[in-house]
C-alpha cells in the first residue's frame, strides 16, 4: 500500500520525483459505535488515528514534514513535544537516516511515547517545563541552527494531516460534525482545511480538558495540568486557525474534566472495544457530556493509541487476580 503522499499527491506540496519518506500512514479504520450513538442521540464513528504506524495522527504530517525535509536539504530535524510528535519525528527521521532532537516536558509525557523516541534513536531532552516553554525554545533554537522544526508551525504539517478529512469524506460526504481533542490546534486546524478543500463544512467540536483550556477561557494558561499528558498545552501555536475553524464551520470548543475523560476512555475500552489515549477519549467525553447539539451524525478522532499510555490503563483498569497452579483454585478465581 503507498502512503499519504503517493495517495493524494494531487492535493499535497509534492511532486513525482520527490524523495517520500512514508510508513504507510493514513487510511486508517472508520467504526460505528453503537453504545456511544445511544447515548449521544447521534450516529457516532470513530475514527481510529491510532492505527497509525507509530500509534498517532501526527505520522500523517510526519511523512510530509521529514519527506520536505529531506528534500530541501536537511539531515537533522527538532521538535518540541507532548510525546506522539517527539515518537512519530523519531521514527520518519530514523527511516529517513538523519538525525532527531526532541525536547519533551521532563516526566510528564507518557511511557510508551517516551519508549518509541528513545528506541528510534532520538536524542530525547527532559525539559524542565512544559510545552509552550519547549516550543518557544525550540523555535528560537532553528533560528540559528540547521535543523529542520517538525512541529505543527510547520505547514508541512497542516498539509498531511488534512488527508484524514479527504478518507472521512470519501464516506460520509454529507457528515455533520466532527468531535476532535484540542492541544497545540494543528489538528482541527489541519481537518478544517482538508473538508474545505473537498467541498465539506462539517461543524468543528473542539474539545480541551479542563486544566489546559485556553482557547475556552480566551487567554493562555501559565500552567495547564491535565492527566492528558498529551493536550496539557497552555498557549496553542495555531490559536487564530483555530477559532476561524470553529467560527467558520459553525462549530465550539469547550472544557471537559479529566473526570470526564477518564469515564469516556473506560467506555471506549469496556463497551465499544476501543483502546485509545486519555486525550483521544477527549472527543467522546465532549459529546456525552455537551450532547452533539442536534446534528444527526458525528465523527470523533481518536488521536492516539492506548497503548501510548500504559500507566493510566493500569491504574483505571481492574487488578490482576493471583492464583496457585492447582485446577480448583482455577475454577474458583474464574468463575467467581
Ligand atoms: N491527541 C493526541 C493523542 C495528541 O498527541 C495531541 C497533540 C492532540 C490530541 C492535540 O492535537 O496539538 O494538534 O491540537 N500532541 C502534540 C505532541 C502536542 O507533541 O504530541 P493538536
Known amino acids: 500500500m503507498p502512503g499519504l503522499i503517493e495517495r493524494h499527491m494531487d492535493r499535497l506540496p509534492f511532486e513525482k520525483g520527490d524523495p517520500i519518506i512514508s510508513l504507510g500512514e493514513g487510511n486508517t479504520p472508520m467504526i460505528y459505535a453503537c453504545e456511544i450513538s445511544e447515548r449521544v442521540g447521534a450516529r457516532v464513528w470513530l475514527k481510529l488515528e491510532g492505527l497509525n504506524p507509530t500509534g498517532s495522527f501526527k505520522d500523517r504530517g510526519m511523512t510530509c514534514a521529514v519527506s520536505a525535509a529531506v528534500r530541501d536539504g536537511s539531515n537533522a530535524v527538532i521538535c518540541a513535544s507532548t510525546g506522539n510528535t517527539a515518537a512519530s519525528a523519531a521514527a520518519y527521521a530514523a527511516r529517513a ?21 528513545l528506541i528510534h534513536g532520538a536524542r530525547v531532552i527532559g525539559l524542565d517545563g512544559n510545552f509552550d516553554e519547549a516550543l518557544k525554545l525550540v523555535r528560537e533554537l532553528v533560528e540559528t541552527e540547521p535543523v529542520a522544526l517538525v512541529n505543527s508551525v510547520n505547514p508541512f504539517r497542516i498539509e498531511g494531516q488534512k488527508t484524514g478529512a479527504f478518507e472521512i469524506h470519501d464516506v460520509l ?17 489541519a481537518w478544517w482545511k482538508g473538508f474545505q478543500e473537498v467541498g465539506a463544512a462539517p461543524r468543528m467540536f473542539g474539545f480541551q480538558a479542563a486544566g489546559a483550556a485556553p482557547l475556552v477561557l480566551g487567554h493562555p494558561v501559565e500552567n495547564p495540568e491535565t492527566i492528558a499528558t498529551a493536550i496539557r498545552i497552555g498557549n496553542p501555536a495555531r490559536w487564530t486557525e483555530a477559532e ?29 472495544g476501543v483502546f485509545c489515549e486519555p486525550a483521544s477519549a477527549a472527543s467522546v467525553a465532549g459529546l456525552l457530556v455537551h450532547g452533539a447539539d442536534g446534528v444527526e451524525d458525528v465523527v470523533c478522532v481518536l488521536t492516539g493509541n492506548g497503548l501510548k499510555d500504559p500507566d493510566t490503563a493500569l491504574a483505571q483498569g481492574g487488578g490482576v487476580t493471583p492464583c496457585e497452579v492447582d485446577i480448583e483454585a482455577l475454577r474458583a478465581v474464574v468463575l467467581g
Do not use: H, M, W
Open 173 to 189: 460526504p454529507d457528515l455533520a460534525a466532527l468531535a476532535i481533542p484540542v492541544g497545540n490546534a494543528g489538528n482541527v486546524t
Open 97 to 117: 537516516g538523519i538525525t532527531c532532537a526532541v525536547v519533551v516536558p521532563g516526566g510528564k509525557i507518557a511511557q510508551g511515547k517516551l519508549a518509541q523516541s
Open 244 to 272: 476561524t475553524a470553529f467560527a467558520e464551520s459553525n462549530g465550539s470548543v469547550r472544557t471537559v474534566t479529566d473526570e470526564q475523560i477518564l469515564e469516556a476512555y473506560r467506555l471506549l475500552a469496556n463497551k465499544e
